[in-house]
């Protein structure tokens, strides 16, 4: 090999060394439009980067001729995007937007409008986790071509509040939006544009069907930006349904696309996105196909945990990755079903017991779906016992169904409030769902509890909390 060729062979390795200098948890939880509430935690870097392309918008019907017309813009978008995370509640990032746009009008001796190319804009925000599965966001745009579709002015304050709970699995994203704009377009006497201020609104659901693929769904919209002067009779504001997928190609890059189809006229007829997410810095790397632990099944457990206690939660015996990774929590043993003679008819308490026990067989054999409807079915008679929430909480954690786990997590430590258990796996939920601030709350409760649990420590450590 020539001396250039491996040159540039150590350059190449060298610079991307320094971009991707460890792995890093992507951000699974966001939609195409809409921003999730979750950030991307303390010393973590994310860089994002969406080509979109959007066809047949009629944002406005213009009579610059003498006679009414729909102004058709067509447009390709080519954002990107950095934020960084001050800690488990604040990120802070920036982006710079280039648009090319086709259609609109051109003004004889004044100029074009929706009908050009050059700097969308340049943007610095701040994210703020105020509350669990709350946040607030706020952003300044400056440096923008007003004459572009997708632009925002020379002076643009924005704020956004941003609600996403976990539901079924995944996650509800909603989001309302305040733009306060400034700036006109003056193409001449004939045609002038003013702008006003934009609400923006939507509503997402983000759900992942696997350790590597994340469905979209999303339904996001705008008013107008555009205050008629002018030559300009009416405008439409914007709604747009959009279907997409997040790809997880490792443990800190994602590829992201969708499809959208516009509502009102002011949105393009037909939207295309796709772009990556990459992630870096101190975040804690996920397990990935290749290297991802399986847990023992129930069976080869060499001890089980006596009956009312719970269970420690144990190593992997293989080396153990960077961030918290653990043995998945093991069912309570329950007790057997009293041994007299049942009366004529099945009292609550055993039907109770009997549930219990096909559960606690179901979960022996590594049927978890099972195991879960039979806890379920014994909640349903005796709701107050917080061993059958977590137990019924382990189930649902088994088949990765993290959301579900979180509920009876939580049900039992309201029960229960000095359980560290429940706190230590309710914050391995909140890891999995991406929501770290809710993972280091759980586990400084851990702590709270019992000082010398060294499982919630190590998972602190992991995260950056000392």
């Given at each position: 090999?020539?001396?250039?060729?491996?040159?540039?062979?150590?350059?190449?390795?060298a610079?991307?060394?320094a971009?991707?200098?460890?792995?890093?948890?992507?951000?699974?939880?966001?939609?195409a439009?809409?921003e999730?509430?979750?950030?991307?935690?303390?010393?973590?870097?994310?860089?994002?980067?969406?080509?979109?392309?959007?066809?047949?918008?009629?944002?406005?019907?213009?009579?610059?001729?003498?006679?009414n017309?729909?102004l058709?813009?067509?447009?390709?978008?080519?954002?990107?995007?950095?934020?960084?995370?001050?800690?488990?509640?604040?990120?802070?990032?920036?982006?710079?937007?280039?648009?090319?746009?086709?259609?609109?009008?051109?003004?004889?001796?004044?100029?074009?409008f929706l009908?050009?190319?050059?700097?969308?804009?340049?943007?610095?925000?701040?994210?703020w986790?105020?509350?669990?599965d709350?946040?607030?966001?706020?952003?300044?745009?400056?440096?923008?071509?007003?004459?572009?579709?997708?632009?925002?002015?020379?002076?643009?304050?924005?704020?956004?509040?941003?609600?996403?709970?976990?539901?079924?699995?995944?996650?509800?994203?909603?989001?309302?939006?305040?733009?306060?704009?400034?700036?006109?377009?003056?193409?001449?006497?004939?045609?002038?544009?003013?702008?006003?201020?934009?609400?923006?609104?939507?509503?997402?659901?983000?759900?992942?069907?696997?350790?590597?693929?994340?469905?979209?769904?999303?339904?996001?919209?705008?008013?107008?930006?555009?205050?008629?002067?002018?030559?300009?009779?009416?405008?439409?504001?914007r709604?747009?349904?959009?279907?997409?997928g997040?790809?997880?190609?490792?443990?800190?890059?994602?590829?992201?696309?969708?499809?959208?189809?516009?509502?009102?006229?002011?949105?393009?007829?037909?939207?295309l996105?796709?772009?990556?997410?990459?992630m870096?810095?101190?975040?804690?790397?996920?397990?990935?196909?290749?290297?991802?632990?399986?847990?023992?099944?129930?069976?080869?457990?060499e001890?089980?945990?006596?009956a009312?206690?719970?269970t420690?939660?144990?190593k992997?015996?293989?080396?153990?990755?960077?961030?918290?990774v653990?043995?998945?929590p093991?069912?309570?043993?329950?007790?057997?079903?009293?041994?007299?003679?049942?009366?004529?008819?099945?009292?609550?308490?055993?039907?109770?017991?009997?549930?219990?026990?096909d559960?606690?067989?179901?979960?022996?054999?590594?049927?978890?779906?099972?195991?879960?409807?039979?806890?379920?079915?014994?909640?349903?008679?005796?709701?107050?016992?917080?061993?059958?929430?977590?137990?019924?909480?382990?189930?649902?954690?088994?088949?990765?169904?993290?959301?579900?786990?979180?509920k009876?997590?939580?049900?039992?430590?309201?029960?229960?409030?000095?359980?560290?258990?429940?706190?230590?796996?309710?914050?391995y939920?909140?890891?999995?769902?991406?929501?770290?601030?809710?993972?280091?709350?759980?586990?400084?409760?851990?702590?709270?509890?019992?000082?010398?649990?060294?499982?919630?420590?190590?998972?602190?450590?992991?995260?950056?909390?000392?």
């Amino acid at each position: 090999m020539t001396d250039w060729k491996q040159c540039i062979r150590m350059i190449l390795a060298a610079a991307m060394t320094a971009v991707l200098p460890m792995y890093a948890s992507a951000r699974m939880m966001d939609g195409a439009f809409l921003e999730s509430a979750s950030t991307v935690g303390r010393g973590a870097w994310n860089l994002r980067s969406v080509l979109e392309y959007g066809s047949k918008a009629k944002p406005m019907i213009t009579n610059v001729s003498g006679a009414n017309v729909e102004l058709k813009v067509g447009y390709v978008l080519f954002p990107i995007e950095i934020r960084y995370g001050l800690n488990d509640r604040w990120e802070i990032g920036g982006d710079a937007g280039f648009e090319l746009d086709k259609g609109g009008v051109n003004v004889t001796g004044g100029g074009s409008f929706l009908n050009g190319n050059g700097l969308r804009r340049l943007r610095l925000f701040g994210k703020w986790n105020f509350m669990p599965d709350m946040a607030a966001m706020a952003d300044l745009a400056f440096a923008g071509d007003n004459t572009l579709y997708n632009s925002l002015d020379s002076f643009d304050f924005g704020l956004k509040f941003l609600y996403g709970p976990q539901i079924g699995g995944g996650a509800l994203n909603l989001n309302l939006g305040f733009l306060f704009k400034s700036g006109d377009v003056n193409l001449g006497k004939t045609f002038q544009v003013d702008y006003k201020s934009v609400i923006s609104y939507g509503i997402g659901y983000v759900r992942p069907f696997s350790n590597r693929f994340t469905g979209i769904v999303e339904l996001a919209g705008a008013t107008s930006p555009y205050k008629g002067k002018v030559g300009v009779s009416s405008t439409t504001g914007r709604l747009d349904l959009l279907f997409g997928g997040r790809l997880a190609m490792s443990d800190r890059m994602n590829l992201e696309g969708a499809l959208g189809k516009g509502f009102q006229k002011g949105s393009p007829s037909f939207t295309l996105r796709g772009g990556i997410d990459i992630m870096w810095g101190q975040v804690s790397k996920r397990a990935a196909s290749s290297d991802r632990w399986t847990p023992k099944d129930a069976k080869q457990s060499e001890q089980k945990p006596a009956a009312g206690t719970a269970t420690q939660a144990t190593k992997p015996a293989e080396e153990k990755p960077s961030g918290p990774v653990f043995e998945p929590p093991a069912q309570y043993e329950t007790p057997k079903p009293p041994s007299q003679a049942p009366p004529a008819g099945p009292t609550v308490e055993e039907r109770v017991q009997k549930s219990i026990a096909d559960a606690s067989d179901a979960f022996n054999r590594g049927d978890y779906a099972s195991a879960a409807t039979n806890y379920e079915a014994a909640i349903k008679l005796k709701d107050n016992d917080p061993l059958l929430h977590y137990n019924l909480a382990t189930a649902y954690f088994q088949q990765k169904k993290y959301a579900d786990a979180k509920k009876y997590f939580k049900n039992a430590m309201l029960l229960n409030p000095v359980d560290a258990d429940s706190h230590l796996y309710l914050g391995y939920t909140y890891y999995y769902l991406q929501d770290q601030a809710g993972a280091i709350r759980e586990w400084q409760k851990v702590l709270e509890i019992d000082p010398s649990n060294e499982t919630a420590r190590e998972n602190l450590k992991a995260l950056g909390v000392e």
